[in-house]
């Protein structure tokens, strides 16, 4: 596939280095408002950069693009590539409000397109064994989940000013919540604490319950505001009970431990490890899917509807943060 990449930030710049070694893939360009960025990018890994991706779009002949730019703008790119029936991959989340991400899908469907959205977690082994095992009906009903996701205070530094600590963050779980849980979400009730993110509208921690149709419940427990020192870069956990078994999936360092003169590390090895010069990970995995996915002509690992599920049980905890009350979640199409 020939594949470009806009928007060559954090997350952007990985795809970029990952699939410009993929077997399956040409990188032909990548795109970045800040030019000088892309050009970086372009340069480490043999490319042509561009500062807009409407003259990417028209200057080059591709099959696909991964669209990593900041939420508030992924419409405009993901429409443009869509019109050109290119295969899409989409950083999740969808948009800044639930009303924004069904605009999005809405106009994704006028142009036939299938995007896949990059929720990762799917693609980390142990995830996608407790989806396998809950499919199975291995733990029985599930009755109660239980996710956690604590980052330190450098992911309010990096992503407060533009994003919130439920879109960007804590909607991982929430979308493997979906993902395991038989019955569609009904209810929420969230709680925030709100302090170094007030300049920002944001919140600085947040614990929440949902109920979905069938009477099982989650609980979710994030924040964003421990010393960059923790040992774990982040540390997540993810237990899913059932009436006849479960799951429990804790931390992101897969049980290394590292002492050195510099201190004690627990380094990343599930999400975007690079090892030998290589992205690993889920990310690694998920980009995989993608190219393996787009060329066979299958459905994406996690597409439209997932993620705008996930989008409307974060829409309904900052309602419920809002109104200090619990709030229903909307289904597609109930705007
Ligand atoms: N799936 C995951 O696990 C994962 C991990 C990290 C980030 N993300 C998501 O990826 C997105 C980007 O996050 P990031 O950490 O890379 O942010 P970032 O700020 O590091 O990078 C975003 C880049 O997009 C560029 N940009 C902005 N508008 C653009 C436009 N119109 N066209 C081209 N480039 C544009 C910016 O200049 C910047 O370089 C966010 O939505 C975030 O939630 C997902």
């Not at 929440?208 to 609980?219: E, I, S, Y």
């Not at 393996?292 to 409307?312: F, I, K, N, W």
């Amino acid at each position: 596939m020939r594949i470009a990449v806009i928007g060559t930030g954090l997350i952007g710049a990985l795809h970029a280095r990952f699939l410009a070694r993929h077997p399956a893939c040409t990188l032909v360009a990548v795109c970045d408002t800040d030019i000088e960025k892309a050009q970086q990018v372009a340069g480490e890994l043999g490319c042509r950069a561009y500062g807009d991706f409407e003259t990417l779009l028209a200057a080059e002949q591709l099959d696909a693009v991964t669209i990593a730019t900041p939420e508030s703008h992924r419409f405009e790119p993901a429409v443009a590539a869509a019109h050109r029936g290119l295969k899409i991959l989409l950083e999740k989340p969808l948009g800044r409000t639930l009303a924004d991400v069904d605009r999005l899908v809405a106009a994704m469907r006028a142009e036939g397109a299938d995007p896949a959205v990059n929720f990762i977690l799917h693609a980390d082994p142990r995830f996608a064994r407790m989806k396998e095992i809950a499919a199975m009906g291995g733990i029985g009903r599930p009755v109660s989940t239980f996710a956690r996701r604590r980052g330190t205070r450098l992911g309010i530094e990096k992503y407060a000013q533009w994003t919130d600590l439920l879109s960007s963050t804590l909607i991982h779980d929430i979308e493997m919540a979906l993902t395991v849980n038989a019955a569609p979400p009904e209810r929420v009730y969230a709680e925030a604490v709100v302090r170094a993110c007030a300049p920002y509208g944001s919140h600085d921690a947040v614990v929440a319950t949902l109920r979905f149709a069938d009477g099982a419940v989650a609980l979710f427990e994030t924040s964003w505001v421990l010393p960059p020192g923790q040992p774990e870069p982040l540390d997540p956990a993810f237990h899913l009970i059932g009436d006849g078994g479960s799951v429990v999936i804790e931390g992101s360092s897969m049980g290394i431990r590292v002492l050195s003169e510099q201190g004690y590390t627990q380094p990343d090895m599930a999400h975007w490890p690079i090892i030998d010069g290589s992205i690993g990970g889920a990310l690694a995995r998920s980009l995989d899917a993608f190219v393996d996915r787009a060329r066979a002509g299958l459905p994406p690992l996690v597409g439209l509807d997932q993620a705008r599920s996930a989008e409307a049980v974060v829409d309904a905890m900052k309602r419920s943060i809002a109104t200090q009350a619990p709030a229903t979640v909307r289904a597609g199409g109930s705007m």
